[in-house]
T-cell receptor
């Protein structure tokens, strides 16, 4: 009954590879997000989707692309992985913009680029 | 840009003591939220306080908000070892519908038994 689930939980890959992280929420929320948490635990918003439309696109490299096939899913594709991409990536969702309500987070995907 | 800044960065206390964490932010907000993150886990929402509220309680948690000083505090009373975690404040910007929460850098709380 996990509200927001991400797969995989761990991902180890070589530089230059392309990888995807999947996220699904069963809460019926309209808005989903991707956050990146660095080694110092700083959380930075990367993308947010509302009703399948991108409404925030922070200044992240265009190697990162969010894909939302439907309201319950927001996947993150990363091309040409670099060492600096190593981090924990969190998916989250909220019923409205999180500026108004609480957000629910997945367990995170720890990405290690070697 | 970074919105919330927590203080202290790290806090170590004994079980039964109270823990106070502070958060400062820069711009106008719609609400301020506190989250907890256990090691290796996702963030869990603790409490939300709206910009027109000054204090809110939830179990052993007490949150205050001072919009004139752009600051908030989280008090955990009678702490337990299970409270050991990182705590983050997050702000919901005012007048920006649909935007995401902006997180501070967090306070790492260690409660020893």
């Amino acid at each position: 009954d996990t509200a927001v689930s991400q797969t995989p939980k761990y991902l180890v890959t070589q530089m230059g590879n392309d990888k995807s992280i999947k996220c699904e929420q069963n809460l019926g929320h309209d808005t989903m997000y991707w956050y990146k948490q660095d080694s110092k635990k700083f959380l930075k918003i990367m993308f947010s989707y509302n009703n399948k439309e991108l409404i925030i696109n922070e200044t992240v490299p265009n190697r990162f692309s969010p894909k939302s096939p439907d309201k319950a899913h927001l996947n993150l594709h990363i091309n040409s992985l670099e060492l600096g991409d190593s981090a924990v990536y969190f998916c989250a969702s909220s019923s409205q913009g999180a500026a108004n309500t609480e957000a629910f987070f997945g367990q995170g995907t720890r990405l290690t680029v070697v | 840009s970074q919105q919330g800044e927590e203080d202290p960065q790290a806090l170590s206390i004994q079980e039964g003591e109270n823990a106070t964490m502070n958060c400062s932010y820069k711009t106008s907000i719609n609400n301020l939220q506190w989250y907890r993150q256990n090691s290796g886990r996702g963030l869990v929402h603790l409490i939300l306080i709206r910009s027109n509220e000054r204090e809110k309680h939830s179990g052993r948690l007490r949150v205050t908000l001072d919009t004139s000083k752009k600051s908030s505090s989280l008090l955990i009373t009678a702490s337990r070892a299970a409270d050991t975690a990182s705590y983050f404040c997050a702000t919901g910007p005012a007048n920006q519908a649909g935007t995401a929460l902006i997180f501070g850098k967090g306070t790492t709380l260690s409660v020893s038994s």
